[in-house]
């Protein structure tokens, strides 16, 4: 069975790490500015996170990208972030967008539950093999010490 790493990312984290990252591309910031302020909310290095959007997060959201890059130039990313904005088409489009990655990522539960019996069987064959070589250890043991018994002289 595959450990997960005790640092491994949670789906939490790789949202959060998106969302900040997509701000601060509509407010015109740079992407390492991006990572150090999540590296302060995830308690993880800047590094660390450049790393992760870089190799899997960005993947995953390069239609949201191209929209914040569009809002960008546009100067939509530059308003007064204090006061609430009406949504618009560009952010329906973005959420939209966002929801159609996280189903694409779905896990179907027909397939956890085929999965977690095949290991269940995996499980007792392992099991099973375990106790045959215990058993033969055993054996082996005894055989070892009849041997080794001191003989009786006649």
Not at 44 to 67: D, H, P, Y
Not at 91 to 106: D, G, M, P, V
């Amino acid at each position: 069975m595959k450990k997960q790493r005790q640092d491994a990312w949670s789906k939490d984290e790789d949202m959060l790490l998106a969302e900040i990252v997509l701000r601060y591309i509509r407010e015109g910031k740079t992407q390492l500015e991006a990572f150090k302020h999540v590296a302060e909310e995830l308690s993880r290095s800047a590094s660390a996170c450049g790393f992760r959007w870089n190799a899997t997060v960005r993947k995953q959201f390069e239609q949201a990208i191209r929209l914040a890059k569009e809002e960008r130039k546009l100067g939509k990313g530059h308003q007064d972030k204090n006061r609430v904005q009406p949504p618009n088409q560009d952010t329906i489009e973005q959420a939209i967008a966002i929801l159609k990655q996280l189903k694409s990522h779905h896990v179907d539960k027909n397939d956890v539950e085929e999965s977690v019996v095949r290991l269940q069987n995996e499980n007792k064959e392992l099991k099973a093999l375990l106790e045959r070589y215990e058993a033969a250890w055993i054996e082996m043991r005894r055989l070892w010490e009849w041997v080794n018994q001191p003989t009786e002289k006649i």
